[in-house]
């Protein structure tokens, strides 16, 4: 029997079965409707069989067992069908509202939108029925599962590859004379086991195979959290179609997109990081270790410009009058969580000088134009790498793009764009080779819940950090570059690790921000031990407010990266509000890795950190990878205490401050910005104590000229102050122009003012 997962309220199931089967490649067809706030249209899913996998790399790893066995399995009914005409006819969009399948015995409760309620529903797992049975070898099918969430699925089919012009050069024939189960299936696997210099040529037959017509109807039921798929007669994963379409569209009210309007007033809808993922925008395996290529086309009005996850600088194709399409597509296998749409009137920010030398940095280079000479043998998946590319890894600038609604494009003009160029090349400076070819840049509407957010080609910036001076857009900036090779090309592979991502995104910033601004070292130094007051002030609140259970960076302990039989799993606290204003695992994954590059030297740290990126891009990692590979490169005369087991005791297993933090803060000294922000609290603390009438010969305060992280610590202190008197306040204002500072300022300032 398969592990039972029992959630708590805020816990997130991941309910597909990816233990079985992987979901290799997506292909999108989606029109946006902005009138009905929706999605609708067809995705189309290429599997690959676990059993099938591992035959073919030779693994004996006991996460797939014999699919016999263990494979997932649903009781076969009687099917009752609604008349269909032939399904070897391509389907139309429409249409689907009165199509029903349904078991025998079973009442048919497909609702208006076609899905087919479950009485369990409530309880957000999949009903007892669909658990699976080891110990039944009856008459059973595989059953299929894929996370979903507030969707109407209308539709479900089997895909006839084998109808597609030319396609019998898969099966080493001339031509195909008998279409069975078992060749449309061999006909995938040698489609998604292409080799990756033929990538363009595997991405045309996606496309004319998500084309092809369709021939039979599977049976489908949903329920909260899944959609579960069966074809009878399917008894296990092998058997099982290995192309799949699903008509569906979303609903206004989808948790993993939002529908909005921007800063100028028009309409739009972005994916803004959902605790659900992508769940609720198209049926996907969630779980990371589905990693997964994809192709999207998405029509929309012709005044719209669509933004998504893509390494093409996609370009509209009128389409019939007033309508346009986009298309992009990704050859890097990444998990679905990491797809990113963003449709508005967006303007596209242009540099006001467009050099030749400026264009030949940023000249985008395409997988077919990569030279595949090894430079150091990678550890993942094929696909075409630009670690294996020798002009790749020389380009400090990709091309990018930035966008904004219309009203804020001289902000950007004047804020963003001068930034991207020297943070890119900061970035580069310091991990080497950018994952990804290209990047775009978007300001999204003001009711995006953070700062910023990477995706895989596409970072969201938030309207804040356009506000003040360039400090809060640079360091957001440097942030989101640096998921790019941690969270995106070297992700967790269990979800509650997310110090994996942000721990060290926290900890680059730093790094590339000093190099972008080309600080002498001694100033970078500063600025970084300023920061690192900041945040360590910051750590403490958090402690001091949140939950023990909620403070530990690596929850499941010993189980990490443990999953159902079936590949299911929960993420602990996924769906719980408070996380959302976390900052725990950013701050203490920040100041382990601040622990560890002092530990070794800086120079030292980030040697091995470029060669423990060029060993884990592609791939997903636990913390023990990353906490393994840098000690056996610290020299013994270093290591001292250090070991992967004291680090999980005092810094990953444990809430509150860890000890080694609260001793190193102790014995530290000020750094010279932080003690000339203690100089000034002490003249704005005499400041508030004087009386309203003073005497004459009183000399007037000067106060210093600050930085902006000196002005949020000099706000923290004077915030500790019992009280503020208005004229007080009313001086801070005209000293620093408050008004006019960052977001981190202002917060302060509302606080002062509370």
């Given at each position: ?306 933004l998504m996850s893509g390494e093409n600088s996609a370009k509209p194709t009128l389409l019939r009058e007033g309508r346009a399409s986009w298309h992009y597509y990704v050859t890097m296998p990444m998990p679905a969580s990491t797809f990113t749409i963003a449709v508005g009137s967006w303007a596209e920010m242009k540099p006001e000088i467009c050099s030749s030398e400026y264009l030949a940095a940023e000249r985008s280079l395409t997988p077919s134009e ?385």
């Open positions: 029997m398969d592990v039972k997962l029992e959630p708590s309220w805020d816990d997130l199931p991941l309910m597909a079965n990816t233990s079985h089967i992987l979901v290799k490649h997506y292909v999108l067809d989606l029109d946006v409707d902005f009138e009905s706030q929706i999605f609708e249209g067809t995705i189309v899913l290429f599997f690959e069989s676990r059993n099938r996998l591992e035959k073919q790399s030779g693994s004996t790893k006991e996460t797939c067992r014999s699919e016999s066995n263990e494979a997932c399995r649903f009781s076969t009914p009687e099917p009752c069908h609604s008349p269909v005409t032939d399904t070897r006819t391509s389907s139309s969009k429409t249409g689907y509202n009165d199509f029903a399948i349904c078991g025998k015995g079973e009442k048919d409760t497909s609702g208006k939108d076609g899905n087919h309620d479950n009485p369990e529903q409530a309880s957000g797992i999949s009903s007892s029925k669909y658990c699976c049975d080891t110990g039944n070898h009856g008459s059973e099918d595989f059953l299929l599962v894929l996370d979903c969430c507030d969707l109407s699925v209308f539709k479900v089919e089997e895909v006839d590859v084998a109808a597609v012009p030319g396609i019998e050069t898969f099966t080493g024939s001339p031509q195909i004379t008998f279409v069975s189960e078992e060749l449309r299936n061999q006909i995938v696997h040698e489609l998604v086991t292409l080799p990756a210099d033929r990538w363009r040529e595997q991405f045309d037959y996606y496309a004319h195979c998500s084309q092809a017509p369709g021939c039979g109807e599977l049976l489908f039921d949903t329920d909260t959290w899944s959609l579960q798929i069966r074809k009878t007669g399917a008894q296990t994963a092998t058997d099982f179609p290995h192309a799949i379409r699903i008509w569906y569209s979303t609903k206004p009210q989808g948790r993993s997109v939002t529908w909005t309007s921007d800063q100028s007033g028009r309409p739009c809808v972005y994916t803004m990081g959902s605790p659900v993922n992508n769940r609720a925008l198209f049926p996907c395996q969630e779980p990371p270790v589905a990693m997964s290529t994809w192709q999207a086309t998405v029509g929309a009005a012709a005044s719209f410009v669509v990569a030279d595949f000479r090894c430079v150091g043998i990678c550890g993942h998946m094929e696909y075409p790498c630009r670690f294996q590319n020798p002009s790749a890894t020389t380009q400090e600038v990709i091309p990018h793009r930035v966008f904004a609604p219309v009203c804020l494009q001289g902000a950007c003009q004047e804020t963003l764009l001068p930034l991207v160029r020297p943070c890119l090349s900061a970035a580069h400076s310091v991990l080497g080779t950018h994952p990804f070819s290209r990047l775009d840049i978007l300001i999204v509407p003001a009711n995006f819940p953070s700062l910023g957010m990477a995706s895989p080609h596409i970072i969201f910036l938030s309207q804040s950090v356009l506000i003040g001076m360039n400090h809060l857009c640079g360091t957001r900036l440097c942030h989101e570059i640096a998921h790019a090779w941690f969270g995106l090309a070297i992700g967790a592979r269990d979800w509650t690790e997310e110090w994996l991502s942000e721990g060290f995104a926290t900890h680059l910033e730093d790094m590339f921000w000093a190099k972008a601004q080309q600080l002498a070292p001694h100033e970078a130094w500063e600025q970084q031990e300023l920061k690192a007051d900041l945040r360590w002030r910051c750590l403490q609140d958090e402690v001091r407010n949140y939950p023990e259970e909620m403070q530990v960076l690596r929850p499941n302990k010993e189980k990490t990266g443990h999953v159902s039989d079936s590949g299911s799993s929960v993420i602990k606290h996924g769906l719980n509000p408070e996380k959302v204003f976390m900052q725990v695992h950013y701050l203490k994954g920040y100041f382990l890795l601040r622990f560890l590059a002092q530990r070794l030297g800086d120079d030292t740290y980030f040697a091995f950190l470029r060669k423990f990126v060029h060993t884990f891009h592609g791939q997903l990692i636990l913390s023990q990878d990353f906490l393994q590979m840098l000690l056996e490169n610290i020299p013994e005369e270093k290591r001292l205490d250090l070991s992967v087991e004291n680090i999980f005791r005092d810094w990953l297993e444990s809430s509150g401050i860890p000890q080694p933090l609260q001793t190193e803060r102790q014995a530290r000294a000020e750094c010279g910005l932080a003690r000339r922000v203690g100089a000034e609290v002490h003249k704005w603390i005499r400041v508030n104590r004087r009386p309203q009438k003073r005497k004459r010969r009183e000399t007037e305060e000067v106060f210093e000229k600050l930085l902006p992280d000196q002005l949020v610590l000099l706000l923290e202190y004077l915030l500790e102050q019992k009280t503020l008197n208005p004229r007080t306040l009313q001086s801070l204002e005209r000293t620093y122009q408050l008004s006019q500072q960052d977001a981190e300022c202002r917060n302060d300032i509302l606080d002062l003012l509370g």
